[in-house]
């Protein structure tokens, strides 16, 4: 299952356990939620567009930096 799958089956999860809809999504730019660069810059991947798609405000920290990415990275 790659990222995009495994998010929408969490998502779906989330969703119905809590009764709220996802807003923001917290990455760190990785590989996985981007494509190639291109004239314009660094596209989107098939997992920014879905994020996009569905009204899921993507916020992006630095690579390399887990402290920037809440209390499940620090603990780690």
């Known amino acids: 299952m790659d990222v995009q ?9 989330v969703e119905k356990q809590c009764g709220k809809q996802m807003k923001i999504v917290r990455t760190d ?3 996985k939620y981007y494509d190639r660069y291109t004239e314009d810059g ?5 997992f920014a567009k879905f994020l996009q798609e569905n009204g899921i405000v993507a916020q992006y920290t630095m690579p ?9 990275e620090r603990r780690n």
């Open 5 to 13: 799958e495994a998010f929408k089956v969490f998502k779906v999860e």
């Open 29 to 31: 730019r990785g590989d």
């Open 42 to 46: 660094q596209a989107h991947g098939p």
């Open 64 to 72: 390399g930096s887990p402290d920037q990415n809440g209390v499940a």
